[in-house]
């Protein structure tokens, strides 16, 4: 049984830029054809909701493998933001 990867968020905006260097760096067919990105880049896209926060559609990249969802984070953490997540509420601690 192998572990489950967490899922990288991307705001729209990033996946479009993302994408534009995607394209860049692989041939057309990678981006386009779900098997293959996979295969070659370890990851699918899913759509997700829609972020009231940041007035736009969130998007997740599904990572299959581990080394290449790190491989991926080096080379393209400089075009992505952290998406910031809702916080648990913390109960007030008594002195």
Known sequence: MSDIIK?????ESDWETLL???RID????VTL???KMRRVLGYTVRNG???ELYSTRIV???FFDEKKKIMFLLRYSD??????????AVPNEKC
């Open 7 to 11: 899922s990288v968020v991307l705001l």
């Open 33 to 35: 054809i779900r098997e």
């Open 26 to 29: 692989h041939p057309l067919s």
């Open 60 to 62: 997740y990249l599904d």
């Open 20 to 22: 534009a260097q995607l």
């Open 79 to 88: 075009l992505i933001q952290k998406v910031p997540t809702k916080k648990k």
């Open 49 to 51: 909701h829609y972020n």
